[in-house]
């Protein structure tokens, strides 16, 4: 009769023993389960998101592009070497030249996504250490380099104005006036250029920031394209 008791007692523990290991174990493919949707989802959401940021890099690559151009135009050497067509290529629009000159560029990628993960601590669910390092990587160093460059822009260009209005105000006048065909505004303005090396050697200066920014633009864009390979890769496993 205990023979019968401890048996049956035995098969009952040995029952519930295995009932809480398949429950835990059961408990952790869910969680494992879950873990992996999540993680999916992160480096999907991340990937919609180098995409837009591909495109806010493209246009401002071409815009950029098209400064450094204009001022090539407006800095080669003589007054009576302005190609007009180049610059009509470019632009049609005085307001258009008067930008690259007084306005500075704001860098602002889309980044909701990636800060949204972070605030929310949900970059937990990556698992691959080469992605968060190119994630630091691009929207901490990369796009710092590029913000100070910028700033150094803003810095020179806001003297741009009341240098040129106290020194130069047939450039601000002939912005303003109507009659005056961007062709004409065009060689006002290096005439002014030409003429007077302080306003030239401004414009050497704007040249060169904005090569610079445009280089570094160009590594945060190999950034970029690192994080979609990675993400690429870590998706496929």
Request: contains cysteine; proline residues 2%.
């Amino acid at each position: 009769m205990l023979k019968n008791y401890a048996i049956k007692y035995s098969i009952e523990f040995v029952v519930i023993i295995l009932g809480i290991t398949v429950s835990f174990w059961l408990n952790e493919l869910s969680i494992t389960n879950q873990d992996e949707k999540e993680r999916i989802k992160i480096l999907s959401s991340l990937q919609l998101e180098i995409n837009e940021i591909k495109f806010y890099c493209d246009e401002k690559k071409q815009i950029w592009g098209n400064d450094i151009r204009l001022l090539n135009e407006f800095l080669t050497t003589g007054t009576g070497e302005l190609n007009i067509d180049n610059i009509l290529k470019i632009t049609t629009s005085k307001n258009r030249i008067e930008t690259f000159m007084v306005l500075f560029r704001v860098f602002d990628p889309p980044l909701n996504r990636y800060q949204s993960i972070i605030n929310s601590g949900d970059l937990k669910y990556v698992k691959s250490e080469t992605v968060k390092e190119i994630l630091s990587r691009l929207h901490n160093t990369s796009l710092s380099h590029i913000e100070t460059a910028v700033e150094h822009e803003k810095q020179l260009k806001q003297s741009f104005l009341p240098f040129i209005t106290i020194n130069h105000p047939e450039v601000i006048l002939a912005r303003n006036n109507n009659s005056i065909s961007v062709d004409r505004y065009s060689k006002i303005l290096k005439e002014a250029i030409h003429s007077d090396n302080r306003l030239e050697a401004k414009f050497v200066m704007l040249k060169r920031y904005l090569e610079f920014k445009t280089s570094i633009l160009q590594v945060y864009m190999i950034n970029l394209e690192d994080l979609k390979a990675e993400i690429n890769l870590a998706l496929d496993n």
